[in-house]
């Protein structure tokens, strides 16, 4: 498995600012991913960052909202811009090493 | 899109029981199907995975089956014990592509 690290674990922000959350992997990736998970829910696909193009943004995200940033194989940030308490939930990257997809600890957001 | 049922939404067993979590696609071409275990305010964990070549797997007591015809995998816990406590997601992905489409989980509560 990769070992994926998150910075931060959590943070309390006021509404109308932007958070950069930062994901580390432990080697090299070609696939990094980013998704939300509200509390109790399921995971939902943000975007695909691949390393050396843009993101890949799925349905009901956008890049002025979620701008995302790979620049190696083995980092990538995800910033949530504006924020309203509607952006609260927790964000977690993920990487995809020989067709296996591993989850960071995930960065629990709360924004007032 | 990918869309991927799963159920139940909760289970409870008594601890040596059996569980069966259960899930249903929607894309005949998806080939890859993972199970992932997370705990309370942790990271989803691979537990198994099974390829769209293979019908069923083991790994110890855990066990995967797929019936493609169908469009239904299936995870199998024997058993059980209170540490298997947490929720169980499904998930899909298609051929050549890396990124999953999740079920809304099942929360398996084993009770001592």
């Known amino acids: 498995s990769a070992v994926i690290s998150q910075k931060p674990s959590r943070d309390i922000c006021q509404r109308g600012t932007s958070l950069t959350i930062q994901c580390q992997v432990d080697?090299?990736?070609?696939?990094m991913f980013w998704y939300r998970q509200q509390p109790g829910q399921s995971l939902t696909l943000i975007a695909t960052a691949n390393q050396g193009s843009e993101a890949t943004y799925e349905s009901g995200f956008v890049i002025d909202k979620f701008p995302i940033s790979r620049p190696n194989l083995t980092f990538s940030t995800l910033t949530v811009s504006n924020m309203s308490p509607e952006d609260s939930s927790i964000y977690l990257c993920?990487?995809?090493?020989?067709?296996?997809?591993?989850f960071g600890p995930g960065t629990r957001l709360t924004v007032l | 899109g990918e869309n991927v049922e799963q159920h139940p939404s909760t289970l409870s067993v008594q601890e040596g029981d059996s569980a069966v979590i259960k899930c249903t696609y929607s894309d005949s071409a998806s080939n890859y199907f993972p199970w992932y275990k997370q705990e309370l305010g942790k990271r989803p964990q691979l537990i198994i995975d099974?390829?769209?070549?293979?019908g069923e797997k083991k790994d110890q007591r855990i066990a995967v089956t797929l019936n493609k015809t169908a469009k239904h995998f299936s995870l199998h816990i024997t058993e059980t014990q209170p540490e298997d406590s947490a929720v169980y997601f499904c998930a899909a992905s298609r051929a050549g592509y890396s990124t999953l489409t999740f079920g809304k989980g099942t929360m398996l509560l084993v009770s001592p």
């Open positions: 993920s990487a995809d090493r020989h067709n296996e997809q591993f």
């Open positions: 099974i390829r769209s070549n293979v």
């Open positions: 080697s090299q990736v070609t696939m």
